[in-house]
């Protein structure tokens, strides 16, 4: 999601590179000067939930495909429930899980040139949740993060994450955070069944498709690292505040 956002920035610093070429062309030289080039980024825009919101201090860990940052401005009446994650210690598999996100959704933008921005156009939201169900098939580790200060488990799902999910929560049957779909893989079943087609025999390889999930105890380790509080099953309400 943030390599538009990075390339952004790269094109930014080349556009000023350009401009001021131009502006230290000598007297008498092409007044066309130094082209930019036509797939360079002049605008880009997020939107965080609220307008006017901005994601700043942000933290992008691609080992896990994970982004952490602070919104400004924000209120705390914004928002009346927060996830819970599940205690990682309680994480089996074959538990009945649920994945969340916006697939089959079409989200258009058109830009505002009086304020240089885009704008989602109307009647687009709210968008419409999709679930998929599934059940928890193993856990995978990539072994420790460049760093070494946490493990980078994944929790595999029977069914595969849909576009438009990812980054969406993986939630057990209680609604507790489970994991964060990230990716889809394709795994091969050793099947090589053939078919006919116009008179040519094709040879078809099968494979499952499963859902790959950040462990709720990688995502849980990385908040710690950066200070940021979040709720956990734990004590008698069902859930406890850690620091």
């Not at 943030?2 to 401009?19: A, G, L, T, Y």
């Not at 505002?112 to 193993?138: C, Q, S, W």
């Not at 094709?202 to 462990?215: A, T």
């Amino acid at each position: 999601m943030f390599d538009s956002f990075m390339k952004f920035q790269e094109d930014q610093n080349k556009i000023r590179e350009v401009q001021n070429a131009n502006n230290r062309s000598l007297p008498g030289a092409p007044s066309n000067g130094v082209k930019k080039d036509a797939t360079w980024f002049t605008n880009h825009s997020f939107w965080w939930g609220w307008d006017e919101t901005r994601l700043t201090d942000a933290l992008i860990n691609r080992q896990v495909d994970i982004c952490v940052g602070r919104l400004e401005p924000f209120h705390k009446d914004w928002i009346k429930e927060y996830p819970v994650f599940r205690d990682p210690n309680t994480l089996r598999p074959g538990t009945s899980l649920c994945r969340m996100g916006f697939p089959f959704a079409n989200v258009e933008s058109e830009f505002d040139e009086a304020i240089k921005a885009f704008r989602i156009k109307k009647g687009v939201l709210p968008l419409p949740l999709f679930p998929n169900d599934g059940i928890h098939t193993r856990n995978l580790t990539r072994g420790r993060s460049k760093e070494g200060r946490y493990e980078m488990l994944f929790v595999e799902t029977s069914t595969p994450g849909l576009r438009g999910q990812s980054g969406g929560p993986i939630y057990d049957r209680d609604g507790k955070v489970y994991a964060m779909q990230v990716q889809t893989n394709h795994l091969p079943l050793g099947f090589q069944p053939s078919v006919e087609v116009d008179g040519e025999r094709i040879v078809e390889n099968q494979f499952i498709n499963v859902g790959l999930g950040v462990h709720v105890k990688t995502i849980i380790d990385i908040l710690r690292e950066k200070g940021v509080k979040f709720h956990q099953e734990g004590d008698e309400t069902g859930f406890r505040i850690l620091d």
